[in-house]
Nanobody, 118 residues
Framework: QVQLVESGGGLVQAGGTLRLTCTTSRSIGSINVMGWYRQAPGKERELVATMTSGGLTNYADSVKGRFTISRDNAKNTVYLQMNSLKPEDTAVYYC????????????WGQGTQVTVSS
């Protein structure tokens, strides 16, 4: 089991920045993949960014160059730095952790709301 707690969401104007934080109950080194997903009203949940235990990162095309995923192993924390925010980034952002063979175990945080005003 992995518990995930997100924080850092809020209301920001277009062009602004936010940093989301996800703290895990397990050592990040024992988690295969950490990631951020988002879900806007009326839309499906979508991948934003992921980072493997080896440090490989992957980003959605819509956030490349604006968002950065990073981690602090000592704090069991993963971050999502969001710059140059756009109104279309408005969504509930969820932290995700995958463990086990072929990442068969998936865990989710409770979500944090990000609202970008125009």
């Amino acid at each position: 089991q992995v518990q995930l707690v997100e924080s850092g969401g809020g209301l920001v104007q277009a062009g602004g920045t936010l940093r989301l934080t996800c703290t895990t109950s397990r050592s990040i080194g024992s988690i295969n993949v950490m990631g951020w997903y988002r879900q806007a009203p009326g839309k499906e949940r979508e991948l934003v960014a992921t980072m493997t235990s080896g440090g490989l990162t992957n980003y959605a095309d819509s956030v490349k160059g604006r968002f950065t995923i990073s981690r602090d192993n000592a704090k069991n924390t993963v971050y999502l730095q969001m710059n140059s925010l756009k109104p279309e980034d408005t969504a509930v952002y969820y932290c995700n952790a995958k463990t086990g063979l072929i990442n068969k175990n998936a865990y989710w945080g409770q979500g944090t709301q990000v609202t970008v005003s125009s």
